[in-house]
């Protein structure tokens, strides 16, 4: 899933589908594979971003600076989830400004909503919605806004490509990717899928030719697109105290598909077990595991 091949970081998102290493897939089978990670991340919504490990939070927060969110804009978040970035793209619009903030997993939304209104952040909206063809009039955003999602939609060039005539003159696409992946933690991972047909082993990274390769194809396919890019890639450290913590953060994300794959194929304790035969490679001196991988940043002027 990411990095040169496909491979998988300990956060974030493989949603476990079957799609194909590059390109667009027919209409019927896309609608599947969205179908599929909505689910994913529908059952992962009671804990997603809510393990005691900062990560989502970080990228988001990092997304809304990059794209410089100003207050009154009006911003469109595409995979909002628990709101890693709908809260700081909230507070930076103000109450002169709005939020609409889709996705495409109920769960999230209803959870999103409820911290929302604790907050009384008024200024989002949020619904259920489809990042590829968004609900949304054309012209009139700031900001189009999406942290660690639009690898996961089927036709990811033809949305990105989209959201340009969604954005007001002189307004952004901002989003966020995988860019490099930690290789301690490949061995690790290797496992997790040994078991699995290589067609499961989802990505991150929808493929190595394509946009989400590097930070150049990412911006030579904007430019290309019509939009004036800017990819900043950052490193970023993840550390979970302890393994039960790193396993139940494991649950809480894309990963899970994987999981809930491997637990329906009865495979899930041996896998499990095989795993944690390597752990030892990526823990820190006082017994933490650590991720240190490179977070994409792209804002890109219309
Ligand atoms: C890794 S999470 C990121 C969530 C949030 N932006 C964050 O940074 O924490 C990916 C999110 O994208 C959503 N998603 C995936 N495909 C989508 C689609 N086609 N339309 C809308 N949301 C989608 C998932 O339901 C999930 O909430």
Same mark, same amino acid.
């Given at each position: 899933?990411?990095?040169?091949?496909?491979?998988?970081?300990?956060?974030?998102?493989?949603?476990?589908? =079957?799609?194909? =290493?590059?390109?667009? $897939?027919?209409?019927?089978?896309?609608? /599947?594979?969205?179908?599929?990670?909505?689910?994913?991340?529908?059952?992962?919504? *009671?804990?997603?971003?809510?393990?005691?490990?900062?990560?989502?939070?970080?990228?988001?927060?990092?997304?809304?600076?990059?794209?410089?969110?100003?207050?009154?804009?009006?911003?469109?978040?595409?995979?909002?989830?628990?709101?890693?970035?709908? $809260?700081?793209?909230?507070?930076?619009?103000?109450?002169?400004?709005?939020?609409?903030?889709?996705?495409?997993?109920?769960? $999230?939304?209803?959870?999103?909503?409820? *911290?929302?209104? /604790?907050?009384?952040?008024? /200024?989002?909206?949020?619904?259920?919605?489809?990042?590829?063809?968004?609900?949304?009039?054309?012209?009139?955003?700031?900001?189009?806004?999406?942290?660690?999602?639009?690898?996961?939609?089927? +036709?990811?060039?033809?949305?990105?490509?989209?959201?340009?005539?969604?954005?007001?003159?002189?307004?952004?696409?901002?989003?966020?990717?995988?860019?490099? +992946?930690?290789?301690?933690?490949?061995?690790?991972?290797?496992?997790?899928?040994?078991?699995?047909?290589?067609?499961? @082993?989802?990505?991150?990274?929808?493929?190595?030719?394509?946009? !989400?390769?590097?930070? +150049?194809?990412?911006?030579? !396919?904007?430019?290309?697109?019509?939009?004036?890019?800017?990819?900043?890639?950052?490193?970023?450290?993840?550390?979970?105290? *302890?393994?039960?913590?790193?396993?139940?953060? $494991?649950?809480?994300?894309?990963?899970?598909?994987?999981?809930?794959?491997? /637990? *329906?194929?009865?495979?899930?304790?041996?896998?499990?077990? @095989?795993?944690?035969?390597?752990? +030892?490679?990526?823990?820190?001196?006082?017994?933490?595991? =650590?991720?240190?991988?490179?977070?994409?940043?792209?804002?890109?002027?219309?």
């Amino acid at each position: 899933m990411h990095g040169p091949h496909v491979r998988s970081p300990p956060e974030g998102v493989a949603a476990g589908q =079957e799609k194909p =290493e590059t390109g667009a $897939m027919s209409q019927a089978a896309g609608e /599947q594979v969205k179908q599929a990670i909505a689910g994913v991340f529908d059952r992962a919504s *009671d804990t997603y971003d809510r393990t005691g490990v900062e990560f989502f939070s970080i990228v988001g927060r990092t997304l809304v600076e990059q794209a410089d969110v100003q207050p009154g804009d009006r911003v469109l978040e595409l995979g909002c989830g628990r709101g890693a970035a709908t $809260m700081p793209a909230a507070e930076r619009v103000g109450a002169g400004g709005h939020v609409l903030a889709l996705d495409l997993a109920p769960g $999230m939304v209803s959870r999103l909503r409820d *911290d929302l209104e /604790q907050a009384g952040l008024r /200024q989002v909206t949020c619904r259920v919605g489809d990042a590829e063809a968004p609900d949304a009039e054309p012209g009139a955003w700031d900001v189009v806004l999406a942290s660690l999602v639009l690898f996961f939609l089927p +036709d990811h060039e033809q949305a990105m490509r989209s959201y340009r005539d969604l954005l007001r003159p002189g307004g952004r696409l901002a989003f966020s990717w995988f860019a490099v +992946d930690d290789d301690r933690w490949e061995r690790v991972f290797e496992e997790l899928v040994a078991e699995l047909p290589p067609s499961s @082993r989802s990505a991150r990274r929808p493929g190595q030719d394509g946009p !989400f390769a590097s930070a +150049d194809a990412m911006d030579a !396919f904007l430019r290309d697109a019509g939009y004036n890019p800017v990819t900043e890639v950052r490193p970023l450290t993840v550390r979970y105290p *302890d393994d039960a913590t790193w396993w139940s953060t $494991m649950w809480s994300h894309g990963r899970r598909s994987t999981l809930e794959r491997l /637990q *329906d194929e009865g495979l899930l304790d041996s896998t499990m077990a @095989r795993m944690r035969e390597h752990l +030892d490679g990526v823990r820190t001196e006082d017994g933490a595991l =650590e991720w240190t991988g490179g977070m994409a940043y792209t804002v890109a002027a219309r």
